[in-house]
């Protein structure tokens, strides 16, 4: 097939380029709705216009935050606060006087979103300082509703999570940070959308040749990109044994098994194309992967063995390793071919710290493809890869060493500071499920790896 004719079927939503039973036929909304929204345009950007709180906290997770966490940094908006977290400290942080808080979840009722909103409804119980952005008909459409909250952005429900960037998911919170959400919406639809096969095709014929570790290389100004382009190919790839390993960064990581892509960016308008481009590329990846990109069958793992840590509480939390082992554990761990993949239960704020530690794993690996990402935030992103990709991960968990103050959830038997300790576990029993290679660490500094 070509690659002229694999446009025109991905385009006119041919289910059948995906293997039997895939969900393709719900999921592809993001297609056309670029047009939709530039139409809307007008109207989103006057009703954020009309919020006039000094500051905007997201509370979502996933698809719900990592797009508009992209466009908050790339116009340098210190107005969005973007919390998909449960961790207390990041939590605690949050300055509540004069803030707005702006829901978001596709399911309304993924869990963390469902605990944040608990914890700052308690604090903030005013429906006008709240919006919602849900699918229609969801348990937080009718939460909203029944709470009075300002407006309830009911986003098409054909569109799964990380494919929906430019939504009411991305344009709203980006309205709200001063993004020109018009301009952003027409130039996605002026994407070059032959060149973005072209991509896919190089990418899932890569991956199959044994390059399956993806270097997407984003200019400094722009490298929160990586967050969300990370999220849509490991959620999108990684299963059936296979998949790509994005390795978002700023600098050129080559390697045996790399297949490396340059992005140019200038202007944060132009992000409209990349996302657009990047997400028809990463369909017709999975088409040549043969597999389904648009489901995440192991992202419930996860979430089921936490249910069932929080269902049979006190915690029994088992003794993290010394921090100053970790890189002799993983030289012995790692053979030709794999990753490493760095997984920080801890607190916001230490994104430098974890780059630093990336790079030195990475060069003292020999460049061998390192990843590092806050938790639980992973867990709706690269953590479908880690359990359905190839078992090529070596996945080193790293927890706080000393107990913080408790922060509640209000009607819930439980803490954040348990959830996130349960989130930890839940995924570190996910992957010895699935003979996953893992080391949990406690620390109370990043410094105290050796």
Known sequence: MSDAQLLQRLLGRDASLWPDGNVAPTRLGWLDVAERMHHESAEITGWAAGIDASRVVLLGMGGSSLGPEVLRAAVGSSRLVVLDTTDPETIASVDVEDAFFLVSSKSGSTLEPQALLAHFWERVPDGRRFAAITDPGSPL????????????????????????????????????????????????????????????????????????????????????????????????????????????????????????????????AELGAQFMRWMLAVAVAGHVLGIDPFDEPDVAVAKANTAKILANLPLDEPHGADPAGVTTWIEAQVRPGDYVSVQAYLPYGQDAALERLRRNLRDGLGGMAVTAGYGPRFLHSTGQLHKGGPNSLVAVQLVGRTPVPSVPIPAHPYDFNTLIAAQSLGDHQSLLDRGRRVLRVALDDLKEIG
Not at 141 to 161: L, S, Y
Not at 167 to 175: E, H, R
Not at 192 to 197: E, I, L, Q, T
Not at 242 to 254: A, F, I, K, Q, W
Request: hydrophobic share 40%.
């Open 141 to 268: 459409d009718e939460q909203a509703t029944d709470a009075g909250f300002t407006r309830v952005f009911r986003n098409p429900p054909d569109i799964g999570g990380r494919y929906s960037v430019l939504s009411y998911f991305g344009l709203v919170p980006a309205a709200l940070c001063g993004v020109d959400v018009a301009e952003l919406c027409q130039r996605a639809l002026e994407v070059d959308k032959h060149a973005a096969v072209e991509l896919g095709v190089a990418m899932g014929e890569a991956a199959r040749a044994g390059r399956d570790k993806l270097t997407v290389v984003v200019p400094e100004r722009f490298a929160a990109f990586g967050l969300w382009v990370e999220q849509l190919i490991a959620e999108s790839t990684g299963k059936r044994g296979t998949g790509l390993v994005p390795v978002p960064t700023t600098e050129v990581e080559t390697g045996d098994d790399r297949h490396v892509v340059a992005l140019e960016l200038e202007e944060p």
